[in-house]
C-alpha cells in the first residue's frame, strides 16, 4: 500500500503512468501482501514488475526506495521459509536483474544486490537458527524419553525383585512345613498372594504409563509401612521412624519409597538379616533416609549391584547423594539424602 501511495503522487506530478504500469506496481503491492502465503510466487512477481517499473522509468527516482523495500520484504521470507534448492535460484534472479539494470544506471548494482542480498542472507540465518532450537529440541525430547524409560525399568526391577523375592521365600517355607504345621504353610501362601496382588498393581501402573502417559503414581506413608509389614513376613523384624513423610512432595515421596523398598529388599535376599531399622526424617529443605541391619554386610550379588545403581541413579536425579556399606553393628546400612524445595512436584 505504501507503495502504491508513493506512485500515486508520482503520477499526478507528471501524469504518465498508464494502465498497464499501474498493474506493474499493483503486483508489487499484491507480491508484499501474500509473501509469507506464497513465498515463492511472490518473490517472483516483486522481482520481475519492480525491475520493469525502473526499467521503464514507470515512476521517479524519489520512488525506487519503495519498491526496494517491496523486494526486501519478499526476499526475507524466500530465505527463511524455502528449501536450499528453491531459495537459491530466487537469490540467482535477483542478482541477475540487478546485474541488468547496471546497463541503465551505473549504481543499480549495488543498490540492488544489497535489496536482494542482506534480506535473503538474514533470512537464511534465521533459517538456521530456527532448525537449531528444532535439533535440540528434539534431542532434548529423545534424552526425556530415554530417561524417563530408564526410571520405569527402575521402578519394573524394584517391585519384580522385591515381590518374587518375598514370594520365593515364601514358597520355600511352605514347602518346608507344610506335612507338618500346615497352619504355618497356609500363612505362607496367604503372603504370596498379597505378594503377587501387590506386583500385578504395580505392573499395571507401570504399563499404563508406557501406554498412555498416566502418572505412575506416588507413595504415601501408609505404603512404608507396608513394606515394612511384608519385611516382617519374610522374617525380617523391622523398626520404622517416620517423620513428616506426608508433608514431602509427591516426587520425593516416590524416591523415598523406592529407596527404602530396595533396602528392604536386599536385606531379606541378601543380609540373613533378624533384624533392620528404617529412620526416614524430613527437614526444612532435605529428607534422610537410614536403614541399617544386623546382617552379615555381604557383598551385594548381581541383581543387589543393579537394584543399588538404580537407587543411587534415582537419587542422584534429584540433587541427592547415596552412601552403602557396613556400619559400625556388622551389618549394611544404606544412608541418603534427597534435597527438595517447598511446591516442588
Known amino acids: 500500500m505504501a507503495v502504491l501511495a508513493v506512485c500515486a503522487q508520482a503520477a499526478r506530478e507528471t501524469g504518465r503512468p498508464a494502465w498497464w504500469e499501474w498493474a506493474l506496481v499493483a503486483a508489487v503491492a499484491a507480491a508484499v501482501a501474500v509473501r509469507r502465503r506464497l513465498v515463492l510466487p511472490a518473490a517472483a512477481v516483486a522481482l520481475a514488475a519492480s525491475g520493469a517499473v525502473l526499467a521503464g522509468g514507470v515512476i521517479p527516482a524519489y520512488a525506487a526506495p519503495g519498491l526496494c523495500a517491496a523486494v526486501a520484504l519478499t526476499q526475507f521470507p524466500a530465505g527463511a521459509d524455502l528449501a536450499l534448492s528453491r531459495s ?149 523384624r523391622v523398626t520404622m521412624t517416620l517423620d513428616g513423610v506426608p508433608g514431602l512432595p509427591d516426587g520425593i515421596r516416590l524416591v523415598v519409597y523406592r529407596t527404602v523398598q530396595e533396602a528392604l529388599t536386599n536385606i531379606v535376599r541378601h543380609a540373613h538379616a533378624t533384624a533392620c531399622t528404617v529412620d526416614v526424617r524430613a527437614g526444612a529443605d532435605a529428607v534422610t533416609v537410614r536403614v541399617t541391619d544386623d546382617g552379615t554386610a555381604a557383598v551385594p550379588g548381581h541383581g543387589h549391584g543393579h537394584g543399588l545403581r538404580g537407587m543411587r541413579e534415582r537419587i542422584i536425579a534429584y540433587g541427592g547423594s547415596l552412601r552403602t556399606g557396613p556400619h559400625g553393628g556388622g551389618g549394611f546400612a544404606v544412608d541418603a539424602r534427597i534435597p527438595y524445595r517447598q511446591g516442588q512436584p
Open 88 to 236: 537459491v535460484p530466487v537469490l540467482a534472479a535477483g542478482l541477475t536483474g540487478a546485474a541488468a539494470l547496471g546497463l541503465l544506471w551505473p549504481a543499480a548494482p549495488l543498490v540492488a544486490t544489497a535489496v536482494v542480498a542482506v534480506p535473503w542472507l538474514a533470512g537464511r540465518l534465521v533459517r538456521r537458527r530456527h532448525d537449531l532450537a528444532e535439533r535440540a529440541f528434539t534431542e532434548r525430547a529423545a534424552r526425556a524419553v530415554t530417561e524417563e524409560r530408564l526410571r520405569i525399568a527402575r521402578d519394573m526391577h524394584d517391585t519384580v525383585a522385591h515381590s518374587l523375592s518375598m514370594i520365593a521365600m515364601k514358597a520355600s517355607v511352605a514347602r518346608h512345613v507344610a506335612a507338618v504345621r500346615p497352619e504355618e504353610s497356609l500363612a505362607a501362601l496367604e503372603v504370596i498372594e498379597t505378594a503377587g496382588r501387590e506386583a500385578l498393581v504395580e505392573m499395571r501402573r507401570a504399563v499404563g504409563l508406557l501406554r498412555d502417559g498416566r502418572d505412575a503414581g506416588t507413595a504415601p506413608d501408609g505404603d512404608l509401612r507396608a513394606l515394612a509389614g511384608r519385611a516382617e513376613q519374610a522374617g525380617v
